[in-house]
């Protein structure tokens, strides 16, 4: 969808390297972890700066906020997304169903407040309702995200 937003003039949206890099160990190669990331995508959409990063649940009902030592949007990510935010940008979490079926744009400040009153609520995950009033659109199976981005700007 980034290919055509660009082809069509609308903006120009590019993934960001993962923070990995490929190393031997044993004969093999290995993937490993040697910088954080704020997002994985940033760039322009009809003008305005946006970042967003993708997550993907395999769970069918609801959003985990992680559990035990493994969370689900870092903290680092969180401070990146709002402080891009707060400078001028819109800042965003693209969650997916890993069925691929349903997506959700969830604009960041929207994710962090609602986090926190669920968490207060002793909550462990957003539910699939909640949800649901960020679902976004798709064309032939393809995530078409720039609509819910400009309903976010106006």
């Given at each position: 969808m980034n290919q055509f937003y660009r082809a069509k003039g609308f903006g120009v949206v590019e993934k960001i390297p993962n923070g990995t890099k490929t190393i031997r160990q044993g004969g093999r190669q290995i993937i490993v972890r040697d910088s954080k990331t704020g997002c994985d995508f940033i760039g322009h959409l009809d003008g305005k700066p946006i970042a967003f990063d993708c997550k993907l649940t395999a769970n069918k009902t609801n959003f985990p906020f992680g559990s035990g030592k493994v969370v689900t949007v870092k903290p680092h990510q969180k401070e990146f997304l709002k402080a891009f935010k707060e400078t001028g940008g819109q800042s965003f979490l693209?969650?997916?169903?890993?069925?691929?079926?349903?997506?959700?744009?969830?604009?960041?400040?929207?994710?962090?407040?609602?986090?926190?009153?669920?968490l207060a609520d002793g909550r462990k995950s957003f539910p699939l309702v909640w949800l649901e009033a960020f679902e976004v659109d798709q064309v032939n199976g393809i995530v078409d995200y720039r609509k819910n981005i400009i309903e976010y700007m106006n």
């Amino acid at each position: 969808m980034n290919q055509f937003y660009r082809a069509k003039g609308f903006g120009v949206v590019e993934k960001i390297p993962n923070g990995t890099k490929t190393i031997r160990q044993g004969g093999r190669q290995i993937i490993v972890r040697d910088s954080k990331t704020g997002c994985d995508f940033i760039g322009h959409l009809d003008g305005k700066p946006i970042a967003f990063d993708c997550k993907l649940t395999a769970n069918k009902t609801n959003f985990p906020f992680g559990s035990g030592k493994v969370v689900t949007v870092k903290p680092h990510q969180k401070e990146f997304l709002k402080a891009f935010k707060e400078t001028g940008g819109q800042s965003f979490l693209l969650i997916a169903l890993e069925n691929g079926r349903r997506s959700f744009l969830v604009d960041i400040d929207e994710y962090l407040i609602s986090e926190k009153q669920l968490l207060a609520d002793g909550r462990k995950s957003f539910p699939l309702v909640w949800l649901e009033a960020f679902e976004v659109d798709q064309v032939n199976g393809i995530v078409d995200y720039r609509k819910n981005i400009i309903e976010y700007m106006n």
